[in-house]
C-alpha cells in the first residue's frame, strides 16, 4: 500500500516552520503595504499624466478598485506560487506506508490541507476480494455468483474508504506523537540554554519599516533606555545609528551586543560588525543572534504590558530578546511554547495534547533548575511544584508589598500557601544571601537538621572545600541514606549552583558571514538551531540557516538525530554544497577526508525479485532507515529500495491487522449486542469463529 500526493491548485500557509513564521509576519503587515503600495500606484499613475497647464483629475473610484482587486490577484498569485515551491518535493510523489517517516506525514497532511496536494492510499483490491470471498461465501452456495457482485460492491463503496480513513487516521496519531516528542526534546534544550549572568546587554530588534528598536539592559534585565534608529530603508540614517550605539557601549558599559534574527537581522550585523571592527576595536564587546520567535506575541500581551507598563510593543520585543540572553528559562516562560519554532509541525497537531506536554516540559525545567524567590516573576513561580498561578501572584505581591524574603519559612505567611503547597515547594524555592545560609542550596527544610550535623562533624561552613569523605561509613554514623548524604554533600560544595553552567557558552562574534564567501570545505563554527528527524538546522551567521543532514552528523549509523545534536549544541561544521540561487548550504559535521569510504553500488534501478534473496542484512536495513529520514526524491527511490523475499501471491487477514496489539473485542461485540470498533475488531471475531471451511481445507 503506497500513500501518493499530487499537485492541486489552491493557497494557504508555507510547508515548513521557518515559511510559516515569515507568513505571519508578512501577514501582520500585509494590509499597510498593500493600502501603500496602491496609494502610490495611483498617485504616480496621476503625476505622470500631467500637463503643461493643469494637471489631470485623480482616478475614479471604479479605477482605485480595479487597482485594490489586482492587487489582492497579484498577492494570492505569488502566495500561491510560494506554497507551490515548498510543495514541490511532493508533486507525483510516492511511498510505501510502512516506510513513510513521521515528518513526511505532517508535510502531506499541511499540504493536503492547504489544496495544493491530493493525497491517495493505492491499495491492490484483488487480495481483500479474494480473502473476503473465502471467509463469507461458501464455494457451493447456489447464488454465490450474486453475493460475489455485493460483496465486491460492498468492499468497493463501504470497506475500502473506511480502510482509507483508518489508515490515515493511525499515521496522523504516530505523526502527531512524533512531532510532539520531538519538539518536548527541543524544547528542554532551549529552556536549559546557559545564561549569560553579569553583564549589560544591548538589545536590537531590527527592522524595516518601523527602524530598529534599541533596548539597553542592566545585569538584572532592567531597562537603563531605549531608542529607535534606521539602518536599512528610505530613512536609513548609518552614521547616526553607529553613533548612539557606540555612544550606549561606552555609556553603559555593554559588553555583548544581542541581535533579533527576524527582518534585516544581517543587515543590522553588518553595521555592527563594522563598527566592532572600527569604532569598538579596541572596547570589549561582541555580538550573538537570538532567536526572538514568540517576541512579538510577549510584547502584546498581558505578562509584557503588566512588566513594562511604560513601554510600546515594539520595545517590549527588543527587551525581551535581550532577557533572553542573560536568563533564557526566565524569560521564555512567559511565552506560549507553541510559539517557540524549535518544533516539528507543532501547529499541525493537537492542541490539547501539544499543550499538556510543554506544560510538563517547563514545569520540569523550572524545577530542575530552581528559582530565585526574590527576583522570579509570577510566570516563572507558577511552574513550580505545589504552587499555581494564585498562589504565585500572591507570592510576588507580598515580595512587592513586604520587601524581598529573607528566609524560606516566609513563604508560608503568604496568603494561600499551606504547610503541603510549602514543603513541595520549598526545594525547589532558593533565598540568596538570606539569614541561613541552607535557604540558598538545594537542601530541602526537612533536611536542614542533617545538614547542620554534617557541617558541625566536617568542621566546615557553607560553600568551604570538603575533603575526601568515607559517604557509606558517615551515612551509618548520621543515620541517613548514602544517595540523601551524597546529595547534601554535593549542595553544601557549590551553594546555588546553577546546572545550566556547565553546558558550553553561546557563541559570540565579531566578524559577519556573507554566503557569496562560503566555499566549499570552508570551517565554520555553528549554533544548533532545531533537531528534526532528517538532521540539524545549524545558524552559522547567515539569514538563513544550514542543514546538517542524518547522514553526515556522524560518522556511523544514527537512528536519531537527537542521539548526537540537541538545540544550543555548538558545532564545528564544514560546508559541502552552496545554492546560491535558493540560498541554501549543506553542512557536515564529519572532518572532510575522515569519512567512511562508500559502500559500492549494487545496480542501477530496481532490482529483480530475483535476487533480493541474495542480498539483505544488516548494512542494507540501515540504508533503508536512513533512506526514510530524507526529503522525497523521484530519481533516486529506487536506489534505496530494502531488499526483501517476494511476497506471497495472496496474503492472510494479516494485512488488516495493526503492528501494535488491538484491544480484544468484548463479549457484546461476539454476540452482536455491541458494534465493533475498527476492522482489527472484526478480524478478532473471525480468528475466534470457528470455520468448518477451513478445516476442510
Same mark, same amino acid.
Given at each position: 500500500t503506497e500513500e501518493t500526493a499530487t499537485e492541486e491548485t489552491a493557497t494557504e500557509e508555507t510547508a515548513t516552520e521557518e515559511t510559516a513564521t515569515e507568513e505571519t509576519a508578512s501577514a501582520e503587515t500585509a494590509t499597510e503595504e498593500t493600502a501603500s503600495a496602491e496609494t502610490a500606484t495611483a498617485e504616480t499613475a496621476t503625476a505622470e499624466t500631467v500637463t503643461d497647464k493643469k494637471p489631470a483629475p485623480r482616478a475614479s473610484k471604479k479605477e482605485a478598485r480595479e487597482l485594490r482587486r489586482r492587487a489582492r490577484r497579484e498577492k494570492r498569485h505569488k502566495k500561491r506560487e510560494k506554497l507551490i515551491s515548498a510543495f514541490k518535493d511532493y508533486f507525483d510523489f510516492s511511498e510505501k506506508i510502512s516506510k513513510i517517516p513521521p515528518h513526511r506525514v505532517l508535510a502531506i497532511n499541511r499540504g493536503d490541507r492547504s489544496r495544493v496536494l491530493r493525497v491517495k492510499l493505492d491499495l491492490d483490491p484483488t487480495p481483500l476480494q479474494e480473502q473476503a470471498e473465502k471467509i463469507l461465501i461458501p464455494a457451493d452456495h447456489p447464488q454465490r455468483e450474486f453475493l460475489v457482485r455485493c460483496l465486491r460492491d460492498a468492499l468497493h463503496r463501504l470497506a475500502t474508504p473506511s480502510i482509507d480513513r483508518e489508515v490515515r487516521r493511525e499515521l496522523n496519531d504516530q505523526a502527531e506523537s512524533r512531532g510532539v516528542a520531538v519538539f518536548v526534546r527541543n524544547l528542554r534544550n532551549l529552556l536549559l540554554q546557559p545564561p549569560v549572568p553579569q553583564r549589560r546587554i544591548l538589545a536590537i530588534d531590527p527592522g524595516y519599516r518601523s527602524g530598529c528598536k534599541l533596548a539597553m539592559l542592566d545585569e538584572c534585565g532592567n531597562v537603563l533606555a531605549h531608542d529607535v534608529v534606521c539602518i536599512v530603508g528610505k530613512t536609513a540614517d548609518l552614521p547616526g545609528a553607529k553613533k548612539r550605539i557606540a555612544e550606549w557601549v561606552h555609556q553603559y558599559d555593554a559588553s555583548v551586543i544581542a541581535i533579533g534574527n527576524g527582518a534585516a537581522c544581517r543587515d543590522t550585523e553588518q553595521l555592527v560588525s563594522t563598527l566592532l571592527a572600527d569604532e569598538l576595536k579596541d572596547h570589549d564587546v561582541a555580538y550573538a543572534i537570538t532567536n526572538e520567535a514568540g517576541a512579538s506575541v510577549y510584547s502584546t500581551s498581558s505578562i509584557g504590558r503588566e512588566e513594562l507598563p511604560d513601554l510600546d510593543p515594539v520595545t517590549r520585543s527588543a527587551v525581551s530578546i535581550g532577557r533572553r540572553l542573560l536568563d533564557p528559562l526566565s524569560e521564555l516562560v512567559k511565552i506560549n511554547p507553541a510559539n517557540i519554532g524549535v518544533g516539528l509541525y507543532q501547529h499541525d497537531v493537537k492542541a490539547k495534547h501539544l499543550r499538556d506536554s510543554l506544560d510538563a516540559v517547563v514545569e520540569s525545567c523550572v524545577n530542575f533548575v530552581g528559582v530565585d524567590v526574590n527576583t522570579a516573576s509570577p510566570a516563572l513561580l507558577c511552574y513550580v511544584s505545589g504552587l499555581n498561578q494564585l498562589s504565585a501572584r500572591r507570592i510576588y505581591e507580598h515580595r512587592q508589598e513586604h520587601g524581598p524574603f529573607a528566609s524560606r519559612s516566609e513563604v508560608l505567611n503568604v496568603s494561600g500557601v499551606g504547610e503541603a503547597s510549602y514543603v513541595q515547594a520549598a526545594g525547589f524555592l532558593r533565598v540568596v544571601g538570606g539569614e541561613n545560609p541552607l535557604d540558598g542550596t538545594w537542601i530541602h527544610p526537612e533536611s536542614y537538621e542533617t545538614a547542620g550535623r554534617i557541617l558541625e562533624k566536617l568542621g566546615v561552613a557553607v560553600g568551604e572545600p570538603i575533603g575526601d569523605v568515607d559517604v557509606p561509613a558517615m551515612a551509618k554514623e548520621l543515620d541517613v541514606g548514602e544517595h540523601l548524604l551524597a546529595d547534601i554533600l554535593?549542595?553544601? *560544595? /557549590?551553594?546555588?549552583? &546553577?546546572?545550566?553552567?556547565?553546558?558550553?557558552?553561546?557563541?559570540? /562574534?565579531?566578524? *559577519? #558571514?556573507?554566503?557569496? &564567501?562560503?566555499?566549499?570545505?570552508?570551517?565554520?563554527?555553528?549554533?544548533?538551531?532545531? #533537531? #528534526? +528527524?532528517?538532521?540539524?538546522?545549524?545558524? $552559522?551567521?547567515?539569514?538563513?540557516?544550514?542543514?546538517?543532514? *542524518?547522514?553526515?552528523?556522524?560518522?556511523?549509523? $544514527?537512528?536519531?538525530?537527537?542521539?548526537?545534536?540537541?538545540?544550543?549544541?555548538?558545532?564545528?561544521?564544514?560546508?559541502? &554544497?552552496?545554492?546560491?540561487?535558493?540560498?541554501? #548550504?549543506?553542512?557536515?559535521? *564529519?572532518?572532510?577526508?575522515?569519512?567512511?569510504? =562508500?559502500?559500492? =553500488? /549494487?545496480? @542501477?534501478?530496481?532490482?529483480?525479485?530475483?535476487?533480493?534473496? !541474495?542480498?539483505?542484512?544488516?548494512?542494507?536495513?540501515?540504508?533503508?532507515?536512513?533512506?526514510?529520514?530524507?526529503? =522525497?526524491?523521484?530519481?533516486?527511490?529506487?536506489?534505496?529500495?530494502?531488499?526483501?523475499?517476494?511476497?506471497?501471491?495472496? @496474503? !492472510?487477514?494479516?494485512?488488516?491487522?495493526?503492528?501494535?496489539?488491538?484491544?480484544? $473485542?468484548?463479549?457484546?461485540?461476539?454476540?452482536?449486542?455491541?458494534?465493533? /470498533? !475498527?476492522?482489527?475488531?472484526?478480524?478478532?471475531?473471525?480468528?475466534?469463529?470457528?470455520? &468448518?471451511?477451513?478445516? +476442510?481445507?
Open positions: 554535593a549542595a553544601l *560544595i /557549590r551553594p546555588g549552583h &546553577d546546572p545550566r553552567q556547565d553546558l558550553p557558552a553561546p557563541i559570540f /562574534r565579531r566578524g *559577519i #558571514v556573507k554566503l557569496e &564567501d562560503l566555499e566549499s570545505g570552508m570551517e565554520l563554527d555553528g549554533t544548533v538551531l532545531n #533537531v #528534526v +528527524d532528517f538532521g540539524a538546522f545549524v545558524d $552559522i551567521g547567515l539569514s538563513d540557516s544550514g542543514l546538517v543532514h *542524518i547522514s553526515r552528523l556522524a560518522n556511523q549509523y $544514527i537512528k536519531d538525530p537527537h542521539d548526537v545534536v540537541s538545540v544550543g549544541d555548538v558545532l564545528k561544521v564544514w560546508v559541502v &554544497d552552496v545554492d546560491q540561487k535558493r540560498r541554501r #548550504v549543506s553542512l557536515t559535521a *564529519i572532518q572532510p577526508g575522515t569519512e567512511r569510504a =562508500p559502500r559500492p =553500488p /549494487r545496480g @542501477k534501478g530496481r532490482k529483480p525479485e530475483a535476487s533480493s534473496h !541474495s542480498t539483505g542484512g544488516r548494512a542494507n536495513e540501515n540504508r533503508q532507515d536512513q533512506k526514510s529520514t530524507q526529503q =522525497p526524491s523521484r530519481g533516486k527511490r529506487q536506489r534505496f529500495q530494502k531488499s526483501k523475499p517476494p511476497a506471497p501471491k495472496h @496474503k !492472510s487477514r494479516e494485512f488488516i491487522q495493526k503492528k501494535k496489539k488491538a484491544p480484544p $473485542i468484548t463479549e457484546e461485540m461476539a454476540e452482536g449486542s455491541e458494534p465493533m /470498533r !475498527s476492522f482489527s475488531d472484526l478480524a478478532q471475531f473471525f480468528d475466534g469463529k470457528p470455520d &468448518d471451511r477451513r478445516d +476442510d481445507k
